[in-house]
Every structure is written in C-alpha cells, then in structure tokens.
C-alpha cells in the first residue's frame, strides 16, 4: 500500500468514526415558519433553525434578552423530587427551569433546574436599569405552598438572574384565600418626579372575583428596578367581571403617543363577547377555548377603556399574547393557538404584525406559523419572541409529542425586508 492509498485509508476510517460519534441530525431543525395567506409578506415560508432545549415534560417557556446581550430563557418543571421530606411519600413541586445564550440563540449552555425557585408558568420583564422582573403562579396542591390555595408571586433578580428575591402578591389587601393574578410582564413608563428616570408597573388582580373583582385591581409601581412596591394604586376597569382577573395571564405594552395596550383574557363561559362558530367547528369544553380582548389607556394605567369593535382581539382559542417592538417599528404580537386552529395547522405559537402600533391588527393575512407541531388538545405554545441587535429574531415553544410529554424548543429566523 502506497503513502496515498494509505492516507485516503486513514480518511475513510476517521470519516466513519466521526459520523459514528456525531449525534443524529433532528430533522425539525429545518422546520420553516410558515405564512397563512401571505399578502404583504411575498412568501409562503421562511427559514428557520430550532434547538431542541431541556428533557421531556419541560414546559412553557419565556425568552428575554438581558442588559449584558445574553438570552435567558426561563421554564417550568414539575413532579416528584425524592429526596424531599415535606411530605409523606414523595410530593409534587413545581420548579423553574434556567437556559443561556451568549450568541443570539444559536447555541445555549446546560439546563439549569432551579429547586428553590417554586412556581410554574415563570415569564421575564429587564427592566431599563437590568433588573428582572419574574412573575409566577403557585398552585394549592405544590408542596411548597402552605396556604392552601393558589396565589402568584414576583421574582426580583438583580444580577441577571443567578440570585432572585421572592415576594407574594397577596394575602392582604385581598380577600382570604383569593387566587391573586399578576400580568406576565412588567412595563416601564416616564417618572412625572423626574422625566430622566423611569417607573416600573405590574398590574395585579384577583380570579373568580365575581362581585369582588373590580376591586381588588391594582397597578403596582416601583421605582428602584422592583425592589419595593408602591401598591395603592386602583386602575378604573369600568366594573370588569370575568372568571379571570383583568391583570391576569397576560401582557401591557407601553406604546407610542402615551397609550398602554393591555390584552384581557375572556372566558369562553362568562359573559362578554361571543363569535358565531363555525359550520362543523365544536369548540374545546375548557379554557383553551378562551379568547382575548384588547384594552387601552391614555392615563398611565389608571383608566381603561375597550379598544374598536368592542376590544374584540382575535378568535376562540387564541391567546396567550406577547407583544415585540421591532427595530423597524413595527410592532409583533406573538401568541398562542390552544383550540380551533383557524390556519389549517395544529396549536402552536403565531405571530402577526402591526404597521400602526397596535391600532390595527390582521389575524387573517402575513399570519406566521412559528410552531405547529404539537399532538393532542394541550401542550403547545406559550412562548414570545424577542430580536437581536442583527435583527433576527428569537422565538420559544414548547409541544406535545406522541410520547404525551410536553418539550421545549427555541427557533432563530428572520423577516424579510
């Protein structure tokens, strides 16, 4: 055998030891984003890469990009931690669930489980000096809660989410043993003691209220990056009563000229508005058939008012919204499809845009497809986007396999100019 022949020997057997050793490609990486009746957008899809993040029954994440540049994505896990006394036997706890990137997503470091920070549903605020933000739900049956029924809570981390502080929303001034509720996210508005400075607010509320409801809305305001709350603060909702609380489960955003955006979520069983179903449709017999409304103020948060058409903001089953201001200056709403998927794909994460700020919104046309793959009648969605400063953007998911458990994923892709 030759020098040549035996160098293209070498060759074949590092080749086949290298193929051997790498893992198996995921053929979902190459899942694109699809477009639901493109109009303004020329294409039907666009590329994306997805990394697939955590172990099985990982769920719902959140996306926020921190002062440094960094990505942090915060989730849940649940389940039994045998080495826990609490209880007898071994006892249910729901736990947050930490992923890094330093480089806009492509990459991300080792799953950081976190079985001090107790909750479920975790979702990130940076707040203008870095601060975090981290708001939460705490069920009654977690081994953790001593009350004996469900509330929230609020995270605080000031060094980029390696250490938090916890704070309870509630008991007082609630009623006992009320299911205090709190948006998902922070905003930040002007200080009128100082127009330099900023004032940050989270709106706090109550569930299954009934009469109760309207008062016991709070907009809470900090001004030294959430370490303590100034909660006086009652926002006039013009007497909203639903199963869920006016702050609850969702988002505000501090637009442009003044106004807040805040999206209320409706149940699909109380009172407000309702659609006509459609021909075959049967809508979900639970709270993935709820649907959202949008809500603005011009006061800073203490008035609110329905926006056009009765505040009517999408269809049954989508929710979940998140909004993304983006460099160009259009505004993103990522949100959630649970049930009667209008677009012909399974429930998942979508996305539409606004050339107006949030004044108008087409959920029928440019509709973005970033998820669909999920089985079954639960287990997809959640997540937001964020961008990075190239301009590309980040998305978070989770889904359902066949398996039954849920996973949790990131997507990096790019609008078209």
Known sequence: MDWRTWRMALASVALVIS?????????????PIKIYQPKRIKVRTLPAVRTPLGIPNDYKPWLARLKNGDLLVVAFCFGKIPSNKLKKGVPYIERAI??????????????????????????????????????CH?????????????????????????????????????????????????????DPRDRKKKVACIGVSIAHGGKQAPGN???????????????????????????????CQSVTYAGERGRLLHVVRVDRSGPHWKLAVRPGEKLAGNDNADRSMLWISSDSGRSWRKHKDGGRFG???EMYPRFTKLA???????FTVRSGSTDGNPLGV???????????WDFRHDRMVISYENTGASG?????????ADGSLVSVYSYRKPDGKTYIESVRWRLPE
């Open 19 to 31: 193929q051997r050793d790498m893992p198996a490609a995921d053929v979902r990486t190459n899942l």
């Open 217 to 247: 809305v709070f907009l809470w305001q900090s001004r030294d990056g959430g370490k303590t709350w100034d909660k006086t603060l009652r926002p006039d909702t013009k007497g909203w009563i639903d199963v869920d609380g006016f702050f």
């Open 350 to 360: 979508r996305a539409i845009l606004s050339r107006d700020d949030g004044e108008t």
């Open 315 to 317: 269809t049954y089953g």
């Open 98 to 135: 930490f992923f890094r990137s330093s480089d806009g997503g492509k990459t991300w470091g080792p799953r950081e489980e976190r079985r001090d920070i107790h909750g479920r549903e975790f979702a990130l605020t940076v707040l203008s000096d870095g601060s975090l933000i981290m708001p």
């Open 328 to 334: 160009d200056g259009r505004l993103m709403l990522t």
């Open 380 to 388: 997809g969605g959640f997540g937001n986007t964020i961008q990075n």
């Open 138 to 190: 705490f069920l009654s049956n977690d081994a953790f809660n001593k009350s004996g029924h469900t509330y929230s809570k609020v995270f605080r981390s000031g060094d980029n989410g390696k250490t938090w502080s916890e704070k309870r929303i509630g008991p007082k001034p609630f009623p006992a043993r009320a299911s205090t509720q709190s948006d998902w996210t922070a905003f930040e508005l002007p």
